[in-house]
């Protein structure tokens, strides 16, 4: 489990500031302050930043890289099986598998029902008459129970 630092001091901190608030509103309701309504709204907004802060500091995961990969955008994601990434067109060949491997291990598996995904890495080239034509250049498929990847390159790119 990663945490980010900042995000914990800050919400920490957030916390901090939420107790002290809650001191002054439980003073202005004793004191009957006509302003002891707006610092339940100040209170309870600062709690919630503070829950937020922590939340999410403790379930941001960093992106993987992968030596000698380079990053694609995801085009197509159907959400169980299959995941397509875009290639440019000056993609080099030596970084078709880091590339794809990238991408497969980036995804994130909840909601997908399947066992393994497929990720495809592709190019579309034009073929003549504006016709142009898919060709997948590498897959990668990942394994959700293991956690591993298996790269293919396509040998005739």
Same mark, same amino acid.
């Given at each position: 489990?990663?945490?980010? $630092?900042? /995000? #914990?001091?800050? =919400?920490e901190w957030l916390g ?9 509103? +439980? @003073? %202005? ?32 995961? $960093?992106? /993987? #890289?992968?030596? =000698? ?13 299959? +995941? @397509? %990434? ?34 495809? /890495? ?18 990668? @498929? ?16």
């Amino acid at each position: 489990m990663r945490a980010d $630092p900042l /995000l #914990l001091t800050a =919400g920490e901190w957030l916390g901090i500031a939420a107790g002290g608030l809650l001191l002054i509103t +439980v @003073v %202005a309701f004793l004191a009957r302050w006509g302003f002891r309504f707006r610092l339940v709204g100040v209170t309870s907004f600062t709690v919630l930043l503070s829950l937020s802060c922590l939340a999410f500091a403790v379930s941001y995961a $960093p992106r /993987l #890289l992968v030596e =000698g990969a380079v990053s694609v955008p995801v085009v197509f994601d159907n959400g169980s099986d299959l +995941v @397509v %990434a875009a290639a440019p067109a000056d993609l080099a060949a030596e970084t078709f598998g880091p590339s794809v491997e990238q991408v497969a291990r980036n995804l994130r598996g909840s909601g997908r029902k399947d066992p393994t995904v497929e990720v495809r /890495l592709r190019r579309v080239e034009p073929q003549g008459d504006g016709v142009d034509r898919p060709v997948v250049l590498a897959t990668a @498929v990942r394994d959700w129970a293991t956690g591993d990847v298996t790269v293919s390159v396509n040998a005739k790119r």
